[in-house]
C-alpha cells in the first residue's frame, strides 16, 4: 500500500522519474535517465542537447560519431536499432562520457577519436597536426579524374631511369598524408614524395603510411620548402607528374618554389580568395611556366581548387 500511495503523491505532484539539475549560470541542465531506464538512444539525445546548449558546433553529429565509436561503428547508421535500444555497458558509458566531456571542452571529435575515415582510407589523427577538411576529398576526386585521361606509357623514367608504370607524386604540405595516401590507394602503380616542415605532420603521414601498407611506395620527408638545401634534394627526386598541395600559408609565397617540380600538373586547394589572385598573378607572368586551366567550385559553390599546367618551351605563355 505504502508503495502504491508513493506513487500517486509523485503522478499528483507531477513529479517523475526524470531529474532536473542546474548548470553554473543558472541555465537548465538536459534531464537525465535513471540509470536503470538508460539506453544509446537516451545517452545520444542527452548529449546532444548538452552540446547545443554550451555552443558545441555541430551538436547531433558530433554526439552521433561518438556514440558510434562507442558502439564499434564507423557512424550511427552502421549501428543496429537493437543495439540503440539496449542499455550501454559499464565500458561504453565511461567512454562515452569521457569522449562527450572532451568535446565540451572544445576538442575536435577527429582528435577525440584519433582517427579519421578520408574517402575510402582510415587515418590517425593526432593534435597539432591539421585535419583534412571534406573539400579535400574533392580535390582527390580531380586529380583521379584527369588521370584517367592519361596513357600509362606516358610516364616518365625516374632519376634512375628505371620505366614508371604509374605516375610521380608530390604532396607539398602533406600534413597526415590524406591526399597522397588516398591517391596512392586508389593507384596501385604510382609512387609518391610527401614533404612537410612540420616533424608532427612527417611522424603522423609515415604512421599512416604504415598501417595502410603504403610507405615501400611512399617517401615522407621533413623539409622546409622555403629552405635553399630542401630545394635541391626535391629537384634530385623530381620533376613529379603530378604535384598537389593543400597548402596551410600564403598561396604566393609557396607557388612559386613548387613550379621547377612540376612535370605536368598542379593541383591546388585554395581559399576562395585565391584563384583570383593567381590568374591576375598568371596573367603579370609571375609564373611563366605555368598555365591556368581552370577552377573549380567546392560542394558548397565556393572556388576552392585551381589546376595549372606546365606549357613548354615552345608554347606561348597564357594563350597569348
Known amino acids: 500500500m505504502g508503495g502504491v500511495l508513493y ?6 505532484t507531477g513529479r517523475s522519474s526524470m531529474r532536473k539539475v542546474s548548470w553554473a549560470g543558472g541555465t537548465s541542465r538536459p534531464a537525465v535517465p535513471r540509470r536503470s531506464s538508460r539506453n544509446a538512444t537516451m545517452w545520444l539525445r542527452l548529449w546532444r542537447r548538452r552540446f547545443a546548449l554550451r555552443g ?13 565509436h562507442c558502439l564499434g561503428a564507423d557512424t550511427i547508421y552502421g549501428v543496429p536499432e537493437k543495439t540503440l535500444n539496449r542499455s550501454l555497458s559499464g565500458d561504453q558509458q565511461r567512454l562515452f562520457d569521457e569522449m562527450c566531456r572532451k568535446r565540451l571542452q572544445g576538442l575536435p571529435v577527429q582528435y577525440i577519436l584519433g582517427e579519421w ?3 575510402d582510407i582510415k587515418l590517425r589523427m593526432k593534435p597539432p597536426v591539421l585535419i583534412p577538411r571534406p573539400e579535400t576529398e574533392e580535390l582527390v576526386g580531380l586529380v583521379l579524374d584527369s588521370l584517367k585521361h592519361v596513357e600509362v606509357g606516358s610516364y616518365q623514367p625516374d632519376p634512375q631511369g628505371v620505366p614508371a608504370s604509374g ?17 596512392l590507394h586508389s593507384l596501385p ?20 603510411a604504415t598501417s595502410l601498407n603504403l610507405l615501400g611506395r611512399c617517401n615522407v620527408l621533413h623539409m622546409d620548402l622555403t629552405a635553399g638545401l630542401a630545394q635541391r634534394e626535391l629537384a634530385a627526386l623530381g620533376p613529379f607528374d603530378i604535384v598537389v598541395s593543400n597548402p596551410p600559408y600564403v598561396l604566393s609565397s609557396h607557388l612559386p618554389l613548387l613550379q621547377p617540380e612540376v612535370r605536368w600538373w598542379l593541383f591546388v586547394e585554395v581559399e576562395p580568395r585565391h584563384p583570383e589572385l593567381i ?17 573549380y567550385q567546392d560542394l558548397s559553390g565556393k572556388l576552392r581548387f585551381c589546376i595549372l599546367r606546365k606549357i613548354s618551351q615552345d608554347e606561348e605563355p597564357h594563350g597569348k
Open 7 to 12: 506513487q500517486m503523491r509523485m503522478l499528483c
Open 56 to 68: 558545441v558546433s555541430e551538436p547531433k553529429n558530433s554526439a552521433q560519431l561518438l556514440l558510434a
Open 117 to 119: 575515415t578520408f574517402r
Open 167 to 183: 605516375p610521380s607524386l608530390l604532396d607539398a604540405g602533406c600534413g597526415s598524408g590524406a591526399i597522397c595516401l588516398s591517391l
Open 189 to 208: 602503380t604510382a609512387r609518391a614524395v610527401a614533404v612537410d616542415k612540420s616533424e608532427d605532420a612527417v611522424s603522423l603521414t609515415r604512421l599512416n
Open 279 to 295: 590568374a591576375q598573378e598568371l596573367a603579370e607572368h609571375v609564373w611563366p611556366c605555368l598555365r591556368l586551366v581552370h577552377i
